[in-house]
């Protein structure tokens, strides 16, 4: 078995477990902040937003992501690089289409997201829509969204492919993508669907019936981001 082959079994092997050890219940709150970082004396019994304020604003640079979502802080490890040229890669692509078709705007982490009164998201891609025709000015919350990604890493799946992925389903979120980088595949889900669609050849994507799809070529898309190969010696 391939490489990449191997990555998608094991995407919806990992995929169909996490089904079976949460099934349709929602998660319950752990009453503190994710464990995959220290948190030294940030464990209150349940995350206001003014508590989630006051430790964004005194992040520095390079530290963690944090986000919230229904009193839960969610703390990921800041990106590595191939998560990184993912993200961008796809942000551009995707801000050409939007732009393209004047359907909004297209943010990217450290972005925030404020779907709810109680939540904070940092997708690592988004399309804020537009309003009646009219782009989103610059002092605007994002309270709205067309598409939410996140490119998939060891720390974050769980979140990625269950908190946030409920969440957003319940909101309104009209399409949501996890981007798997081993598996070289898009996992596409959209509101009341019970499983994603595992999309490995050719993704569409239309918010708009009165405009042309966007359309991205997965295996082009995912050689376009792997490193060169190194020439032979001599």
Request: proline residues 8%; glycine residues 6%; without cysteine.
């Amino acid at each position: 078995m391939h490489g990449r082959d191997a990555a998608r079994v094991e995407m919806v092997t990992e995929m169909r477990a996490l089904d079976t050890m949460f099934g349709d219940a929602e998660l319950p709150s752990p009453h503190r902040a994710e464990h995959l970082m220290s948190m030294p004396a940030l464990q209150p019994s349940r995350w206001s937003v003014e508590e989630f304020d006051r430790l964004v604003n005194e992040r520095e640079e390079l530290a963690p992501r944090y986000e919230l979502v229904d009193g839960e802080l969610l703390v990921t490890p800041g990106p590595n690089k191939r998560h990184q040229r993912i993200a961008k890669e796809l942000m551009l692509l995707l801000d050409a289409y939007v732009k393209q078709h004047r359907l909004g705007e297209v943010g990217y982490g450290p972005g925030e997201v404020r779907l709810t009164k109680d939540s904070r998201f940092e997708p690592d891609v988004f399309v804020d829509p537009a309003i009646d025709g009219r782009m989103p000015r610059m002092k605007d919350l994002v309270t709205r969204l067309l598409l939410a990604v996140e490119v998939l890493s060891p720390s974050s799946a769980r979140h990625d492919r269950i908190t946030k992925r409920r969440f957003f389903q319940r909101n309104g979120v009209p399409e949501y993508w996890v981007v798997d980088g081993e598996a070289e595949a898009f996992e596409v889900w959209k509101p009341g669907n019970d499983r994603a669609a595992l999309i490995d050849d050719q993704l569409t994507w239309q918010p708009d019936a009165s405009v042309p799809p966007f359309e991205l070529d997965v295996r082009q898309f995912f050689a376009s981001v792997a490193d060169e190969e190194e020439p032979p010696a001599g």
